[in-house]
């Protein structure tokens, strides 16, 4: 699987975990120059409290575009700071 965004490959893994229709990228396989922590959170009822990431390609900034479970609950463990994607990040097999 491959994540882009703005012609840019984010991400890349043949293992990746889905979850709920998302593809949860392990955290080697980012290319980290287009990542930059911020301090949004949000929580799931069965997975915890994410953390996001903003998308910076070009200087162009995809707000809150990836996120992660930094300390999942029990039942989601398996995805531990593994990433996901939305906001017009595409994800597809290649």
């Known amino acids: ?14 293992k990746t975990i889905i979850i709920e229709n998302n593809h949860y990228f392990p ?12 301090s949004t959170h949000s929580t799931c009822p069965w997975k915890g409290q994410a953390s996001y990431f903003d998308v910076v390609v070009d200087g162009k900034i995809n707000k809150d575009a990836a996120w992660y479970y930094p300390e999942p609950s029990e039942l989601a463990k398996n995805i531990k700071n593994y990433v996901a994607f939305w906001k017009g990040v595409e994800v597809v097999k290649e």
């Open 1 to 14: 699987m491959k994540a882009y965004w703005n012609s840019k490959l984010l991400a890349e893994s043949d």
């Open 27 to 38: 955290p080697e396989s980012l290319n980290k120059e287009f990542f930059q922590d911020n």
